[in-house]
């Protein structure tokens, strides 16, 4: 074994046998508040608190190690120092916490000086009463070799305002942001203000007014241990509970931490020289490893935070689209109320004056009075339409289901249309099959499907017939209406496509200039609303169209 390891081992276990109970706690505290905020710190090194933090943290680390130094030194002549330097350093943890909270609560702001000077001058000049033993405090031997005690001075009560004031000050600031904070911030002030008088509390009592009020001294070590485990383990509990760490990046830094100090311990139980060298090599790559693990570990925490995000704007924006469509469908069906009502009134005075109601009219006349009946006609059907396209996207299209006798309707339609299509010197044949043809359905909606597809075999049959046919398909129990024309027919791209809004098929209006594209959309929607079919065939362009709407017939 070389030298320098029985020297090792042999100190090792001279501090285990000798250290205290309160020792090891107050040991294992002051190394994880230094660890914590070196953590902290290394997680945003331009964060201006996380600098006054850490030298807060560093503050109170070293007032841990000189209570242990303290109780080393009893008995020597070197505690009359210990107590002064114990006492002087203590005073610079209130300073530093106030610092530190200060540059949190206002991230942003630049400490200035004239802060500093206003914090720290006061305690500089206090500092001068250090010098003196007893002014401030002082160390009193015991009688006869006994248990000495610590003995404040006249100036202790400065000591004890300067303190309570800055300690104070502290809660004045985090009262102050909590009140001025909202949402998330607010959150977290609340917690540290709580954190804050939870610890301030426990440790001012403990460790500077019960000794110097009552001369109480046993409890140093408690109000120091429990208030700054208090105050870490709240930290970190308020810094994972907001998502400013992942606790996955924590997890691992923490296990590297330990496996780190772990490897570092074993370097002084190296047996030889090679020993030493491998337990070196394996501390270097498991930090070099550590290193690229936290790294990627953060790159995916990010990139999912990311795509959280992202994921977040996407549900936020679908929603805003919903919203909007909502409103344009809505206006829609509003604006063609407005325009369909008076229309109606036109084509119904057209009609009046055409029928003679209003005595017999010059045929001049008469034959632009049909025109405004027809125009207005037409711009009722394409307002009805939009109207129809609003309420299919709103979901407000209401149905109203009951039997409907679809021959009894076909007849009616088809009684309807016969007129146009001879308008249009069309003719028109109807050919109903045997049985019967009940459906359960909207007989409103199925009359509108039925004449549309007539009056589209109007208008795109410049010339021929128009054959209606009433199918009853009793073993499958479908009803089968097919209308075929002689007409333009269409191309198999044109198929594909006419169901779909707003699509017409390629130079359609030189043979009907004022179609919208939207029959044959609504007349799909209100099918598959009833669970029926409805297509289109045709041999190609200029050979004729049929179309077919399959229902199902109701059991009898
Ligand atoms: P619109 O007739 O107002 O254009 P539709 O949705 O009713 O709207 O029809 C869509 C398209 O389908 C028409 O523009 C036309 O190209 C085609 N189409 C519909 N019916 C026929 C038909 N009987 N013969 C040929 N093409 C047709």
Redesign the pocket.
Known sequence: MPWYNKIMIGLIFDVIEKTPFSHWVIMAVSFAILIFYIFLFAEDTKKRSGKFFLIFSFIVFVWGVTFIFFDASLETPNIHTMVLFAYFWAGFVAPALFIAIDSFSNENAPIPLRKFIYIFGPYVLLSIAFLIPRQIVGYQEGAHGGAGEIVFGPYALLYVLYIVVLVSLVLGILIKRYRQSAGIFKLQMRDLLATFVVTATVALVATLFLPFFTGLQNFFWFGYAGGALVFLVVCAGIIIRYNFWSFKIITSKFFITIIFFALLVEIFFATSTFDLLVKLGIVILVMFASFFLVGSLKREVLSNEIIGTSLGNIDDLRGQLKVLDKKKSEFLSIASHHLRDPLTVIKGYASMLSDGDFGELPPMVKESVDKIFDSSGRLISMIS?FMDISRIESGDMNYIFSDVDIKKLMLEVAGEMRQSAERAHLSFSVTIDEGDFITVGDEGKLRQVIS??ID??I???PKGEISLLLYRDKDDNKILISLS?T????NEF?KQK??KKF???EG?SKT?T????????V?LEIIKKHDGKIW?E?RGEGQG?S?YVELTAKKA
């Open positions: 339409d549309n597809l589209n075999s208008k795109y049959t024309d007409g333009i027919g269409m044109t006419i169901f699509s017409r098929a359609v009907y004022e179609g919208t594209g939207l029959g044959l959309y007349a289109a045709s169209s179309f």
